[in-house]
């Protein structure tokens, strides 16, 4: 079956304590991307991946790294959360990121710092 | 800054086709109109897209205003899990961003009664 997969679904920790979720495609989607999803706020875009090794922000990106290594990892990295990145987080592929492809979501990692 | 502006709520009963309209007045001549769903607890999920002719698929259709300054998803028979938020979001031209950026407005939340 066809989708993106995010590891952890829950996941409660500490300030400061380096954490990753984890995402991984396996539709040999080019552009990968990560959102973050607060109330009040709806999505926000926070990293993309146009291709391997090719990373670049998003519109809230503060807080967080990620890598591209292979096509369809695209793990998103807080190395030292703090309780505004308490969020839901959702990790989505596309074929290509041009207008004309819809994009596939992951199902989500929701996060507490505390 | 949503470019698409949709009702907040509507309600439909099951079995029964529901129409949800979504108003793009500055849209521009290379942007692709996008729907997407959002069940609880559940990632944004992709339901269909064009550009002016009207689409349809297994999910829903799609019709474009001649002008396109407007469009309607159609759901031809609602169920009970069509309860979701869905967004209709423009991609490509000024408001597609270079970064492939999904813009999530408010949406519309649909209810749907047995």
């Known amino acids: 079956e066809a989708q993106v997969t995010q590891n952890p679904r829950y996941l409660i920790t500490v300030t400061g304590k380096k954490l990753t979720v984890t995402c991984s495609q396996n539709?040999?989607?080019?552009?990968m991307s990560w959102y973050r999803q607060d109330p009040g706020l709806g999505l926000r875009q926070i990293y993309y991946?146009?291709?391997?090794?090719?990373?670049d922000k998003g519109d809230v990106p503060e807080g967080y790294k990620v890598s591209r290594k292979e096509k369809r990892n695209f793990p998103l990295i807080l190395e030292s959360p703090s309780p505004n990145q308490t969020s839901l987080y959702f990790c989505a592929s596309s074929l290509s990121w041009g207008p004309n492809y819809g994009y596939t979501f992951g199902s989500g990692t929701r996060l507490t710092v505390v | 800054d949503a470019k698409t502006t949709q009702p907040n709520s509507m309600e439909s009963n099951e079995e029964e086709p529901v129409h949800l309209p979504c108003n793009h007045s500055t849209i521009s001549g290379t942007d692709y109109i996008h729907w997407y769903r959002q069940l609880p607890s559940q990632g944004p999920e992709y339901v269909i897209h064009?550009?002016?002719s009207n689409v349809n698929n297994r999910m829903a259709s799609l019709a474009i205003a001649e002008d396109r300054k407007s469009s309607t998803l159609i759901l031809h028979r609602a169920t009970l899990r069509d309860a979701a938020v869905y967004y209709c979001?423009?991609?490509?031209?000024?408001?597609?961003?270079?970064?492939?950026?999904?813009?999530f407005g408010k949406g519309t939340k649909l209810s749907v009664k047995p």
């Open positions: 991946s146009m291709n391997v090794e090719v990373t």
């Open positions: 979001i423009l991609r490509g031209g000024p408001y597609g961003g270079s970064q492939g950026n999904l813009i």
């Open positions: 539709m040999n989607h080019e552009y």
């Open positions: 064009g550009l002016t």
